[in-house]
């Protein structure tokens, strides 16, 4: 158990992302098996305890310490787990090899709702403070410590030294602890053979036009789709399983039960997922939204947000996998395929006739629709390629939107960035015109050079207003102010934030030193977004 | 003689009238006592000083040999009279030199602790145990959430993300009195022989716990003039808490920023301070040897200071002790600079 306890307490204090990598992959060469396949299950997601409730946590220790002192510690802390892990009254005399993650974990899945708080008791007794916050949040089912199930894959792929879509193909049909999965990536046996139905295709994916690309490829050689701006899936039924996948092979069928219901067919289809009808309206990624990431979805949601899928391509139609041919063949099939389906549930993708680039471009500023937000362009010729082939699809997103806000806020930045204010909160203009305040809109950490870090840094430093730990306050009114040109790909509605919007995938595009702070833009340009 | 006529506080510091004496003063005395060589225990400007010989060659070496007008060094265990009271200086075990007042007069004896722990540090005197009447009680860590882990066990974590991460500086923001000394001292005693690279404010004091015996093996100076950042990667820089922060920091190779305090103990202040790696290795008790103190001093009566001192009294009330905060202003919690 300490070297997963270790392990979480790192990974949640590790801001970088290759960083959590090489931390997972060298956990997962020095741990033994069942161990290492344990710690995957959770770190993904895949266990779950339900004998074992955050309510019966709180009954056990208010059994073994004063309520004022554990009053005091919690208002300390402010974490449940972790004030228990804390004021557990053995301390950390349970130091020493402690029990064993596989142990932990067999007993949790064994025990009945009624011996739980014994046999949890007993665990916590035998660990240390780090370990007894492992095992309450394992036991509890949130480990919070900023990993994906898509990095704790790519920690496989790098492990084996292989590509992360041979582990997305084989996921579904692995079981914790992974015994199989660890020996083929270690070279002691062969690929593990899923027995499972239904199991995920490796999606292939595109790269950006840029101005270098297409004056090279010839517009014969392609043809273009609006890039809708929805969720990518893959639906694979095969005999009685039928399951929706994300495009890192997540399994979401639970949460589109209407959509799922719809599927009477057997085969392999790669969509877009979209609010709406294909008959009727196409409803924004704000409406999507609400479908999304819900385990339980009533029956009033799914009639308020009916959802569709948009049919790109055909990867297997009843036995034949249909991935070696042509795009222009798996298109007949596809055309062929969806006629069959229900019309409110599946549509095909339309083509954007073109004959020159110029033209596409020009179709591309201009979309017909407000939820398109680019062009995707496919070879005819090629197969369907796991992966992101260079030169077969290419995605030619519509420009940004941009809008000019005020710096706000700087938070200091961690690891390489410990020293500089590199995150920035920045607001628009609200209230009366002769009396404008700022509100924040957003807050974006990227997008600008080493270089302007610097000069921005020291903006920050010489107009301190007001300090808040690692944040700044930074002088901004209509006279001082740092206005950055913000890039963000859309907006949606929001209640959490007092300006009522929320900017996705914000950047910071452009230093405007030139401009004047009482110039940057007003919240309502922005509402004019939402409403278009 | 009650407790009150013997210590009690008054905006400069704790006061004793029979002695005419204050200990650590917040504000210039005429005659003051000092337990130990932190900064907001230790202040220059009162006129006459008394404290252990180490801590005021710490004062001189922090404020300038003038940090008081005259200063008496106190010999550990040795009673002293002071006015019309007797102070004896004895080992606290908090940083070297650090001391406890007793504070004794009329059969009344009351202990000032000042700031103490009771663990092994191989870098000061250890902590000794007063009987009293009456002990004053320092209550940093006073929550029962912090339990210190051994601070070998800490010092092994840091060394292991070194051996894991070789192309990484890992930048350990220690206090620079006592912590810093410590962590240099228990890396050695780990076995870790190579340089270690320090901050310029700690070379002072990193000196001075050399001519006092605490050996600290090869410290180099983190400074480089035109290398290049990789010149950092794969060693230990021990600098103050707040150097982290300050542009100095930009000099290396990609930091996991580390920082040996009791505060990393609970995780959201690691991650309040952005720091990668906490060891969580403290100059004060943890709440098990706090409670294990008050009960060994025999004191029947506890005054709590600096702290959380809600939660000790709660405990002294529940362990039939008397209890009462003691309100001092001006100590700072540790390293929260």
Redesign the interface.
Known sequence: MRAFA?LL??L????SRN?KL??MV?YFRATPDPDRGLALAALIGDLDFPSVKPAILRAMVSER??P???G??YN????LA??IS??WPT??AG?GDGVPLAEVARELSQVSRSDAPAVVAALLDQS??SERFAIIKLATGELRVGVSARLAKQALADLGGIEINEIEELWHGLHAPYGDLFAWLEGRADKPVPTAQALFRPVMLSNPMTEADYPRLDPKDYCAEWKWDGIRVQIVASGDARRLYSRTGDDNSGSFPDLMNAVHFNGVVDGELLVGSPTGRTATFSDLQQRLNRKSVSPKVQAQYPVFVRCYDILQAGDEDLRPLAFVERRKHLEAFVAALDPDRFDVSRFVPFTSWEELDEKRKRPPHPIIEGIMAKRWDTPYLPGRPKGPWFKWKRDPYTVDAVLMYAQ?????R???YSDYTFGVWTGPEDAPELVPVGKAYFGFTDQELKQIDKFVRDNTVERF??VRSVRADTKTGLVFEVAFEGLNRSTRHRSGVAMRFPRISRLRWDKPSAEADRLETLQSLLDA | MRGHDLLHPRPEGLYCPPGDLYIDPVRPVPRALITHGHGDHARPGNSAVMATQQTLDIMAIRYGADFAQTSQPADWGVPQKVGDVTVTFHPAGHVLGSAQIAVECGGLRIVASGDYKRRHDPSCQPFELVPCDIFITEATFA?????H??SK?EIA?LLR?VR??PDRTHMVGAYALGKAQRVIRELRDAGYDEPIYIHGALQKLCDYYETQGVALGALLPATLEKGSKKDFAGTVVVGTPSS???????RFA????AFASGWM????R?????????LIISDHCDW?ELCVTIEETGAGEIWVTHG?E??LV??CE?NGLRAQPLHLVGYEDEAED
């Open positions: 270790e307490d790192r949640v204090l590790t801001p960083r090489q931390l060298d310490m004063d004022v002192l554990f005091y510690s300390f802390v402010g974490d972790e004030t804390l004021v301390g950390n130091a240390t403070a200091r930045g961690s690891g390489r410990a020293s500089y730990g690692p | 929550l029962p959430v912090f339990r882990p051994d066990a974590k993300s894991q991460f982290f922060a300050d542009r100095w920091a930009r990609d930091p996991v920023a103990g609970v995780r959201q690691a991650r309040q301070r952005g720091v990668e790696l906490p098990d959380r809600e939660a709660r405990w529940l």
